[in-house]
Each structure stands twice: as structure tokens, then as C-alpha cells.
T-cell receptor, first 110, second 118 residues
Framework: TQLLEQSPQFLSIQEGENLTVYCNSSSVFSSLQWYRQEPGEGPVLLVTVVTGGEVKKLKRLTFQFGDARKDSSLHITAAQPGDTGLYLC??????????FGKGTLLTVNP | NAGVTQTPKFRVLKTGQSMTLLCAQDMNHEYMYWYRQDPGMGLRLIHY???????AKGEVPDGYNVSRLKKQNFLLGLESAAPSQTSVYFC?????????????????FGAGTRLSVL
């Protein structure tokens, strides 16, 4: 069974601060997806990384896939209240199913 | 664009009652999934389908049944609801394909159904 561990589980910061969320596993994944979920809604895909060492940027968000494709990180620069939400990482394997981490609940206070 | 639509959005059941959750997608996706989300547990796969007329068990299938009679619909049934099934249920769909075809493996989620079993 493939497991994804996310840390931290909760994060409360002030507007303008930087933060990093981690997603780690002992298993290799063919791809790693990051989703954001807002209250009362379903998860929405932010990015997919597929190559070891890959870095993708989405405005103030930077995503990295580990060289061994076992871990990933999400870095947010100058966080804003609109970044508040549950961030989920999900690993893709050799089939069509995803393994989800338990999520990081981010609160950005104005 | 409707995407993935779940009905109902909220439901309260008494222990032992039955109900069906409906998921409909208008993207002509082959694969569909049912998850439950509980505090501190993340998203756990209940059942999934890789095409019309097919279903398979996921990580936590006990107490649930599913059917995929039409490609666009995926139904989740609770035959005899239990308090342990109180949760938020999400349906998702994807085009489906090999793991190398990343675009085909992106899952699109509905807004969820909040179910309470008393």
C-alpha cells in the first residue's frame, strides 16, 4: 500500500509570510498532483509534476518533485488570505487511481 | 460547463435507512470514482469504475454498492446506513489512460454530498 505523508497538518500564518508544505512517501510515483480544496467545495487541481527534480511555478506557488519521485513540496511566497484552504497531494502510480495525502489546512490571516 | 454534478448536496438519515447518491459528468470521461472525506483521514477511495457497466472496490468499500449503467452516471448506494458512514462524499471523473498520459489521469471533482447518519 502506497502512503503519502503531508506536513504540517495545520498551518496558520499572517498575510505576506512564506510557507512550505511537504508531501513524502517511501514509494515511487509516476506523477504527483497538488489540489486545493475550499470549504464546501471539491478539490481542484493546481499542478501535476511528472519528472524527478521538476519545478513548476504558478504565480506565487512553486511546486517541486523530488529527484527520486518519492516526495514533493509546495512553496507559497507572500501568502494572501485567498490562499486559505486545504492543500492535498496525490500520487499517481501504474494505474488510474490516485493515492491522496491527508492534507494541510492553511489559514492566512489578514 | 457543469463538469461533475452531485445530488443531493445534504442528507440526514436514520440508522438503517437506505439512500442513493447520484454523480453525473458531462465530459465523456471513462473513469469515475467515489471517495469519502473524514477529518484527519484525507480522501479515501470507496469504489471506482473504468467504464460503463464496470465497477471495482477501492480502499473502503464495505457498506456501499455502486452501479454504472450509463457512462455519464455513477451511483453510490447505502443499503443500511450506519453512523460510521457520516461523512462528506465526493465523486470524481477522469478521461482515463496509462499513467504516462498525465492529462488523462487528472481527476475532476464534484462539490460533495454531506451525509449525516443519526
Amino acid at each position: 500500500t502506497q502512503l503519502l505523508e503531508q506536513s504540517p497538518q495545520f498551518l496558520s500564518i499572517q498575510e505576506g509570510e512564506n510557507l512550505t508544505v511537504y508531501c513524502n512517501s517511501s514509494s515511487v510515483f509516476s506523477s504527483l498532483q497538488w489540489y486545493r480544496q475550499e470549504p464546501g467545495e471539491g478539490p481542484v487541481l493546481l499542478v501535476t509534476v511528472v519528472t524527478g527534480g521538476e519545478v513548476k511555478k504558478l504565480k506565487r506557488l512553486t511546486f517541486q518533485f523530488g529527484d527520486a519521485r518519492k516526495d514533493s513540496s509546495l512553496h507559497i511566497t507572500a501568502a494572501q488570505p485567498g490562499d486559505t484552504g486545504l492543500y492535498l497531494c496525490a500520487g499517481g502510480g501504474s494505474n488510474y487511481k490516485l493515492t491522496f495525502g491527508k492534507g494541510t489546512l492553511l489559514t492566512v490571516n489578514p | 460547463n457543469a463538469g461533475v454534478t452531485q445530488t443531493p448536496k445534504f442528507r440526514v438519515l436514520k440508522t438503517g435507512q437506505s439512500m442513493t447518491l447520484l454523480c453525473a459528468q458531462d465530459m465523456n470521461h471513462e473513469y469515475m470514482y467515489w471517495y469519502r472525506q473524514d477529518p484527519g483521514m484525507g480522501l479515501r477511495l470507496i469504489h471506482y469504475s473504468v467504464g460503463e457497466g464496470t465497477t471495482a472496490k477501492g480502499e473502503v468499500p464495505d457498506g456501499y454498492n455502486v452501479s454504472r449503467l450509463k457512462k455519464q452516471n455513477f451511483l453510490l448506494g447505502l443499503e443500511s446506513a450506519a453512523p460510521s458512514q457520516t461523512s462528506v462524499y465526493f465523486c470524481a471523473s477522469s478521461k482515463g489512460g496509462s499513467a504516462r498520459d498525465i492529462a488523462k489521469n487528472i481527476q475532476y471533482f464534484g462539490a460533495g454530498t454531506r451525509l449525516s447518519v443519526l
